[in-house]
């Protein structure tokens, strides 16, 4: 069992991670998006980077998710959790509430999805029924409610391009398709760890409503505040350490 944990906007870096060892490696499809820093907490081996670098200078379209997935693999990482932080579309994801969630609709374009490019010799095809891995999110949920948090485990993440945050008329309508939280990165990170067999799953915190959502207090302006958003961010990382150390402890 080898656990790797994505951080991005949120965890920006793992700093209970005992450093064993860092390293940024090649792949057949380029460069991934910054080091590996393999370690341990608690006796469990941990894997850790940051999808956007760790200046945070690539946007979510930029980003090589099949480099660093491939790194994952080549590091025989067998379970991944990805940390993301997401915008609030149904009414009840609401800012600071932990998700879990379990489909995905994807409204990304021009990334790469798939290993099947070309260079196999047969095309494999996925099961993609249900994205996120159904032990993982049972644990996920766990370490946060340990904390004596609320988390909601059902939930339909909409993947949208960035960097930009949606309009109010795509947020209307990605709630008419059945969108519950609204982010820029679960694909094709989840596709492509099924691609390789890595179990997947994201804990995702919601840092504002999306456009045109929320009470009628926090939409006075109908203007998300990015400045509210980064501090939002910065509350969650005071407890997402905490919930990682919860993670770990799971497995032992």
Request: one cysteine or more; hydrophobic letters at 40%; a negative charge.
């Amino acid at each position: 069992m080898k656990l790797a944990i994505i951080g991005g906007s949120l965890l920006g870096e793992l700093t209970n991670l005992s450093r064993v060892a860092d390293e940024r490696t090649k792949t057949p499809f380029g460069q991934p998006s910054d080091t590996f820093v393999s370690g341990n907490i608690a006796d469990l081996e941990v894997v850790y980077f940051n999808r956007h670098g760790s200046s945070h200078h690539l946007a979510p379209h930029q980003i090589n998710y099949r480099a660093n997935m491939y790194v994952l693999k080549m590091l025989e990482v067998t379970d991944v959790i990805a940390i993301t932080a997401v915008g609030g579309i149904t009414e009840k994801m609401s800012p600071m509430t932990w998700v879990v969630p379990d489909q995905i609709i994807d409204y990304s374009y021009g990334r790469m999805q798939t290993y099947n490019d070309g260079n196999e010799s047969e095309v494999k095809h996925i099961d993609f029924s249900y994205p996120f891995e159904l032990t993982l999110r049972k644990k996920l949920q766990t370490a946060v409610e340990t904390e004596g948090m609320e988390c909601i485990s059902l939930a339909t993440y909409g993947v949208t391009q960035g960097p930009r945050l949606e309009t109010i008329a795509e947020i209307k309508r990605m709630q008419n398709d059945g969108c519950d939280i609204v982010g820029m990165t679960a694909m094709p990170e989840a596709a492509l760890a099924r691609e390789l067999d890595i179990n997947y799953a994201t804990l995702s915190l919601v840092v504002n409503w999306a456009a045109g959502k929320g009470d009628e207090a926090d939409q006075r302006s109908e203007i998300i505040s990015m400045d509210e958003i980064r501090q939002r961010i910065s509350d969650g990382n005071e407890i997402i350490e905490k919930l990682v150390h919860n993670i770990v402890s799971l497995y032992n």
